[in-house]
């Protein structure tokens, strides 16, 4: 399994492989880097497509430390590094969409294009950590864990009865300090709406509009950045790329195709 080495962590990534232009995804808060298998399904061999699983997720390996996203920043970086890739398209769903936007800030010379998908720029509104926090405590109960669990899959995903098994399946086999770790990033995420406009590069963002991003937000955000083309995908939940995958991809690829990406160049990076 390929890892990327970060200083205290060990990222975990799958790689489509081929010669085409080069996008790193990140995936949802509890989800991993298999939530875009119909993005890889439909988008390669024309794009290289790279996903990752951020810290306190799937197969990356850390210590358990709080880190905040600024972290996850650099780690989506360290893999663009282990594969001797200087530019990509870099995106993600909602959290990932959060790393995407402070990759982008971090290091704009690296970021050919944002596409975003059910994401925004704010830190978590009064209402957001005080529901997060009783959601947290309990979740510490092995009673109602699991009705937490399929309250949140369907939340997240809706009415797809399969992906919201497989989800809680997996949800139910982590480890609660894992999610509580993890958790603090998401929860302890700053506001980056007054820095917007350093980021020049392209940007896609794709708003479903029953997720959990407030519309406001999600138009905020677009109207912020200098070059973003917005699609809202009517009663589409958080996980739209899942649930979504036909309009998502095609919005994906035309909006790839007309940035007319360049092929990755593929000399080892020496920065880190």
Known sequence: MPFARAIDAEIHYEDSGGEGP???LGHEFLMDRTMFASQLAALTPEFRIVTWDARGHGRTRDEGLPFTYWTSARD???VLDQLGVERAVVGGTSQGGFIALRTALLAPNRVAALVLLSSEAHEPTPAELSNARKFLDKWYEEGPRPALAE???RWLIGEDDWYRAVWV???LARDPNATEVAAGALLGRDSVLNRLPEITCPALLIHPTRSGILRSHARELADRLPDCRYVEIEGARQTVN???PVAVNTAIREFLRDQAVSRPTTQPILRR
């Open 76 to 78: 989506a970086l360290t």
């Open 151 to 153: 309250y949140l899959a």
């Open 242 to 244: 899942m649930t979504h």
């Open 169 to 171: 399946k997996r949800w």
């Open 22 to 24: 080069v996008v790193l």
